[in-house]
């Protein structure tokens, strides 16, 4: 397995397109980046700990290669997107995970 991961401003639509993929094993809402150690989402939505709202995309190179992800990831409109290192990922609370399939719902509407 291999993993990737992507931020988009909001996780839920964007976990919701990649557990679609064929070949994704899983998926994890979470923060990246920040100078706070083991952020909740009330500190990430402060704009004050420099962390972004990404998903960690665990998936199976043998079935999906990198590049079906980037293709998911990179929206038909203009780019905003700053590829960085990665940093220590930090997950999200449970009742942010899978959020939208939890609901019944198929997208988000952000």
């Known amino acids: 397995m291999e ?3 992507f931020g988009a401003g909001c996780f839920w639509g964007v976990e919701a397109a990649f557990r679609r993929l064929a070949g994704v094993e899983s998926t994890r ?3 990246l980046g920040g100078k706070l150690d083991r952020p909740t989402y009330e500190d990430v939505c ?3 700990t420099g962390h972004a709202e990404v998903v960690e995309v665990t998936f199976n190179p043998e079935v999906i290669s990198f590049h079906d992800p980037l293709e998911v990831f990179w929206f038909p409109r203009p780019i ?3 590829i960085t290192p ?3 990922f930090w997950p999200a609370e449970e009742y ?3 959020y939208l399939e939890k609901r019944g719902l198929a997208n988000c509407h952000i």
Do not use: F, S, W
């Open 96 to 98: 942010h995970q899978q």
């Open 80 to 82: 905003v997107t700053e």
């Open 29 to 31: 809402a979470g923060y």
């Open 46 to 48: 402060t704009d004050r």
């Open 86 to 88: 990665a940093t220590t």
């Open 3 to 5: 993993k990737a991961t």
